[in-house]
């Protein structure tokens, strides 16, 4: 599994807000994303009635979704597909590393998958002595940095240009050293020439899959730049990972998920590439892969099945939430400390790694309520919070001095009389002290507050007291 | 891990259960297509048009497909490419007078690194999305869609229909029921990436270039 740094995430976020290169790099993407997914969103009336369809279309498949497994591994397997099933990480990383070793692997092509983050699987299959190569271009950034995807989408999303620029110096060292790089282009073009090679020499492409569908056995991977579709083309052996959720019944479902997928992720109508492939190639093909094995992985998903997480495995990781979340456009993806960012990585990643390790996540939240709003399957996200909170409350893991704050306040917020009583002498306390300022910029107990903003002075009187004065009929 | 999650759902493996899932399987439900997809037939060409033209594809009408071979020396010549396509065994794209073309040579397999130019001829084409809709095989090999710089599709206007659902229509019509070939591929513009400083970059490991030629008649 990808290192975990979440039990630090209020240091990693800490980081992050003083790291310039991140705030600059975070300064126009994700809110350019946000801005399209707008205008894709206007540009189809049928979006709302499409969002309840989606999310419909999610239930029913998760409430039958033994059945629909069971029909996918059968159709899967008539159109010559080996069909694995790995109940956690460790399981996937083991069949994946045996299909490589009987295929006489020595080059791996790998399209976009987070669930290859998740279990972790580049490191497993460096140890093997493979060579690993992250074809999509933001994936293939991030790999040769030495980093993790800061987004679901957008994996480099974190990085300028100029960043890249010198990674592409550093690292491409057979070419000119005087060679132009200053445009998008001419970098895009580089790395093209680079990884094709890479596509042409591999024994095995793994992919991901944004789809499986049990009509037909097929696995669908959605792309801009077609790289997972030379993954899958060009290899003898396609590998699909994929975990249990991504099942839909039928084409009819898997076109309304399609339509919302795109425009709520990067805000096109439709992604550029959007391929279905089905077992290996034909007898009378002349390209594609020799064999074709499909892995699903479990890892703890199906523990929520039946609970009150259920919903959010309806997820299609389009990743809308994170271009719309304050926090996540403050700090970025990495703070959160392993693979999912953002309100989805808040609800799922203590579903995964345990609410021990990533209680800070699920309190990384304003509740401003905008993830569930863009949402398309339309996942509960800040209400799951809550749910984390107060699981990691009575899981005792809120440090002592917060539980007593909170029982105190819950002692006083449940006794009005007590509560008006302790407001009435407060707040003309603190109205006469910071009268003069208009604002606290120091408060002992408020010091979290304080830190980054100034504390507006109270007027004098409380609103219940004003609001019995205008009932009495007394003038303001 | 079926247990598990039969166990998590609170299910058990009834007749009932089964009865509707292979009741969703074999009539799949499609209670809302949007309006976008179900336009006439003659304003789906003038949205095909605009939706590719708006995703960087270049678009040419053609009246007949006698027209098909002079299009595509056209559009080589103007692009200042070779006169050589790769394509496959597609049977239509092999009737077409290609003999009033004899510079444009054409070589018949999947492609290959160095191929600079690929032809493939459209299963279907949706109007919705500006959407492409390819089958892979030895009439049209999956590998043509992505290897070369230049991809030019012919698209005939009876394979055009208004939405996703009308292209699923057309694959099991010619590949049978709960049958697909080993690649269906949805192409909706020339290959791009926005992953260096967020700006859109044509050509990322696809075709640069993605030119459809479409047959009125």
Known sequence: ?476 | MIARIRQGLGVYDSAQRRAVVAKRLAQPLCPLVPERAKRSAEERRHQLRTSLEGQSATFIEVARASDIPAAVARMLRSANLPLRVRTGDDPFLRGLPWQTEPALERTTGSAHDDDEVGLSHATAAVAETGTLVMTSGAENPVTLNYLPETHIVVVEDKTMVGGYEGAWDKIRARFGSRAMPRTVSFISGPSRSADIGGQLVMGAHGPRRLCVIFVRG
Not at chain 1, 274 to 298: E, M, N, W
Not at chain 1, 360 to 374: I, Q, W
């Open chain 1, 1 to 476: 599994m990808s290192a975990i740094t979440s039990p630090d995430f209020k240091n990693n976020a800490r980081a992050a807000l003083a790291d310039r290169q991140l705030q600059r790099a975070l300064s126009e993407v994700p809110r350019g994303l946000a801005a399209r997914r707008g205008a894709a969103r206007a540009g189809l009336p049928e979006f709302e009635a499409l969002r309840d369809l989606g999310r419909d279309i999610k239930n029913h498949t998760l409430a039958h979704l033994d059945l629909y497994l069971e029909e996918f591994e059968r159709k899967a397997s008539e159109a010559g597909s080996t069909v694995h099933f790995a109940a956690t990480a460790e399981e996937a990383r083991e069949i994946i590393v045996r299909i490589c070793r009987e295929a006489g692997a020595r080059v791996v092509t790998k399209g976009k998958s987070m669930i290859s983050e998740e279990v972790g699987l580049n490191a497993r299959l460096e140890a093997e002595g493979l060579q690993v190569v992250e074809t999509d271009l933001g994936e293939y950034l991030v790999q040769i940095r030495g980093e993790t995807p800061s987004h679901i989408i957008a994996p480099a999303i974190h990085l300028t240009q100029e960043q890249v620029e010198a990674d592409f110096r550093h690292l491409h060292r057979h070419l000119p050293a005087d060679r132009v790089l200053i445009e998008p282009a001419q970098l895009v073009a580089e790395a093209r020439q680079i990884l094709r090679d890479k596509f042409l020499t591999a024994d095995v492409g793994i992919t991901g899959a944004n789809f499986l569908i049990a009509e037909t056995g097929s696995s669908v991977i959605v792309t801009n730049e077609g790289n997972g579709d030379l993954t899958q083309s060009l290899p003898k052996v396609h590998i699909v990972l994929a975990s249990i959720e991504k099942l839909v019944p039928t084409l009819e479902d898997v076109s309304t998920l399609i339509r919302l997928l795109a425009r709520s992720a990067t805000g096109q109508d439709i992604s550029t590439y959007t391929t279905f492939s089905t077992g290996p190639k034909r007898a009378d093909d002349p390209d594609g892969p020799q064999a074709c094995h499909v892995v699903i992985l479990d890892n703890g998903r199906s523990e929520l099945l039946g609970t009150e997480f259920q919903d959010v495995l309806r997820c299609i990781r389009c990743g809308a939430c994170m271009n719309h979340c304050p926090v996540y456009t403050a700090i970025g993806g990495h703070a959160y400390g392993w693979v999912y960012p953002g309100p989805i990585g808040s609800v799922l990643t203590p579903a995964l790694i345990g609410v021990h390790s990533a209680g800070h996540l699920p309190n990384a939240s304003t509740f401003c309520g905008r993830c569930e709003e863009v949402c398309p399957m339309r996942i509960p996200l800040p209400g799951l919070m809550r749910h984390w909170r107060e699981a990691e409350f009575s899981g005792g893991d809120t440090p002592l001095l917060y539980r007593l704050g909170l029982k105190a306040w819950a002692a006083v917020a449940k006794r009005p009389r007590l509560y008006h009583g302790l407001v009435r002498i407060v707040m003309p306390v603190l109205g006469a002290l910071g009268r003069r300022a208009g604002s606290f910029r120091h408060l002992p107990l408020a010091r979290g507050w304080t830190r980054h903003r100034d504390l507006a002075a109270p007027q004098g009187r409380t609103f219940q007291a004003q609001w019995a004065d205008r009932k009495a009929g007394v003038p303001r």
